[in-house]
């Protein structure tokens, strides 16, 4: 998944000068109404694959010295991971800000037992998916039946067992969040028979 950078004010379907002068008044706004680490926050949120700081910079609207700074605090506090491509530093949204935005948003919508029967049905379905098909994950699946059209009904069903063990991991990070929120303590809630041996959060 990309960004999805601020500009999109910017985007105008006929080029029109009235577009541009409306765009420009809806960006000075923002500038006007946020902080230089506010700008970054909201472009960095929804960054996906590493980006520069020279790139979040400039969607932010603030200096490349002013983003790297702001992106190193963010580090720290776990909202931010990087990576390295030659000498230049990218930067993304860290799988730990992904999961507890995600988390949140579950908490808000369902309860913890109805978050914790939908862990059941998604174990009890992937138990059924291994025993049916005699593999143990998807990528085995995917390697017995060496897959190369994600369209086709194979690959389809790839992607919906992959999807679940996703949404599995998400719902007990959700649990665990949830548990750590009412009590002040951190549990786990995976067990051993979770229907899968990875712990991938984020496909």
Do not use: C
């Amino acid at each position: 998944m990309s960004e999805e950078p601020f500009p999109l004010h910017r985007i105008s379907s006929d080029g029109g000068t009235e577009h541009r002068d409306v765009n420009d008044a809806v960006e000075e706004e923002w500038i006007k109404e946020t902080t230089t680490f506010e700008r970054v926050y909201e472009v960095i949120s929804r960054v996906y694959d590493p980006t520069s700081a020279g790139q979040i910079a400039d969607r932010a609207r603030v200096s490349p010295t002013t983003a790297r700074k702001h992106l190193r605090t963010l580090e720290g506090a776990g909202q931010v991971t990087t990576s390295q491509d030659g000498q230049t530093t990218h930067y993304r949204r860290s799988e730990t800000a992904i999961v507890t935005e995600y988390s949140k948003s579950l908490l808000a919508e369902w309860t913890p037992e109805e978050i914790a029967s939908g862990i059941a049905d998604m174990k009890a379905q992937i138990q059924a998916w291994r025993e049916e098909y005699d593999v143990d994950s998807p990528e085995e699946f995917a390697r017995e039946l060496d897959i190369d059209d994600a369209d086709s009904d194979n690959g389809a069903f790839l992607t919906e067992w992959q999807t679940t063990r996703r949404n599995l991991a998400l719902a007990e990070a959700t649990l665990a969040i949830g548990e750590a929120i009412r009590t002040g303590h951190l549990t786990s809630t995976g067990t051993e028979d979770d229907g899968d041996s990875s712990t991938s959060v984020v496909e």
